[in-house]
């Protein structure tokens, strides 16, 4: 007996010595499960492969979870034609997916329109149900695979049909460290700093850039409620790049070649070779920094975890034969890996998962988020979403 399941599909059967495939995989006596998808139940004489998240029961992988950041693709779109949408966007599109692993992480409607039947999301703000009447999130195993996607044959073939039925915004996004992590709901932010381009609104826009920061800084903290993690952030990106951007992937780049010539230094060293003869040996090179009074070097190296890159400058001074050591460090979120014109036009994009249903409305509810709500209502314009995880 053969049985295939889509990504995100839970196998809840029970059986001996049966071929099960979850995606694309099936071999004899193997379960392949990618994506996320949740086994459930007891299958006797059979190896587990669970990749990408897939839990096999209780919770454990055999091969253990993938810690690469997940790639997020958001679609927030406004019907205009909701057959050709349904027919020639809609039906077709599953099948562009598999080939990148990606799977439905989210599907809300807004409530904005009749002509979709599904209940509206439990949590809409603002203008989201006028300007928009459905919210996607697609999650790839990593950004590159979210781009492969989005620039392939199949999808370019999509493009006319989605724009021919709808309007609205794509973008796509680098996920945190965290977004590796289960969560069985979320909340999807754009966010549009109010202010600028218009006659007197540059005060506005700096001030609503400091009450913008106050939120951003207190919005970790929410999070985690009577001592219980409630949520995390799966991904936060600036739309577009911002000055010096460019300088801080260059200085990564940098990072990692130094890094890899400490490696080879320290094997030298090891055993008790260098590269030339006449170079000097590396308690020399000490030697002779010490002499050189008031002297100082500086060094940079950037890391990245997701979307987060955290860049540390590292000052040596040299006083009165010491070595004096300064390190300081500051971090930046790096833009969104692709945004539509429309996406373009907000400020950040933030996808918050959360463990389930009751955690995100605990949160919502909270008179913490309450408070720093009021923060980015004042500093900010834009659609917000949230509800349960997409479940097939």
Not at 61 to 81: E, F, N, Q
Not at 166 to 188: D, F, H, Q, R, W
Not at 309 to 328: D, L, S
Request: aromatic share 6%; charged share 25%.
């Amino acid at each position: 007996r053969t049985l295939k399941f889509n990504m995100g599909a839970v196998l809840s059967s029970c059986g001996s010595n049966a071929k099960k495939a979850v995606e694309l995989g099936i071999e004899d006596g193997r379960i392949a499960c990618e994506a996320g998808a949740d086994l459930v139940g007891r299958v006797e004489d059979a190896t587990w492969a669970v990749e990408l998240g897939g839990r096999r029961p209780g919770g454990q992988s055999r091969i253990g979870r993938s810690k690469t950041p997940r790639g997020l693709v958001i679609i927030l779109a406004k019907l205009k034609d909701a057959h050709v949408f349904k027919n020639e966007f809609m039906t077709p599109f599953g099948a562009t997916l598999l080939p990148f692993h990606g799977h439905l992480k989210l599907k809300l409607s807004t409530g904005g329109t009749k002509r979709i039947k599904d209940e509206p999301a439990p949590i809409i703000e603002r203008r989201t149900a006028k300007d928009y009447h459905l919210a996607y999130v697609i999650e790839f195993p990593t950004v590159n695979k979210a781009l492969e996607w989005n620039s392939s044959a199949a999808c370019e073939e999509l493009e006319a049909a989605r724009h021919a039925s709808t309007s609205g915004l794509l973008c796509i996004l680098e996920g945190t460290a965290n977004s590796c992590a289960p969560y069985k709901a979320m909340k999807v932010l754009l966010l549009k700093i109010r202010g600028g381009g218009k006659v007197g609104a540059e005060v506005q826009l700096e001030r609503s850039k400091a009450t913008y920061e106050k939120y951003v800084e207190a919005f970790a903290a929410t999070l985690t409620q009577g001592g219980k993690e409630l949520g995390f952030i799966v991904a936060r990106s600036p739309m577009v790049a911002l000055d010096g951007d460019e300088l801080w992937v260059e200085a990564e780049e940098s990072s990692k070649q130094a890094k890899a010539a400490s490696v080879i230094q320290k094997a030298l060293r090891k055993k008790g070779k260098r590269k030339n003869k006449g170079e000097a040996s590396p308690n020399q090179e000490a030697a002779a920094m010490l002499e050189a009074e008031g002297d100082a070097t500086t060094s940079v190296a950037v890391t990245r975890a997701g979307s987060v890159m955290t860049k540390t400058t590292t000052t040596t001074t040299i006083a009165g034969g010491t070595q004096v050591v300064t390190t300081t460090s500051e971090t930046k979120e790096m833009p969104a890996a692709f945004a539509d014109q429309a996406a373009a036009a907000f400020d950040v994009a933030m996808v918050i998962g959360f463990t389930d249903m009751a955690a995100l409305t605990a949160w919502a509810d909270s008179d913490a988020v309450k408070t720093i709500e009021a923060l980015r209502y004042d500093a900010t314009t834009g659609p917000a979403i949230g509800g349960p995880c997409y479940s097939m």
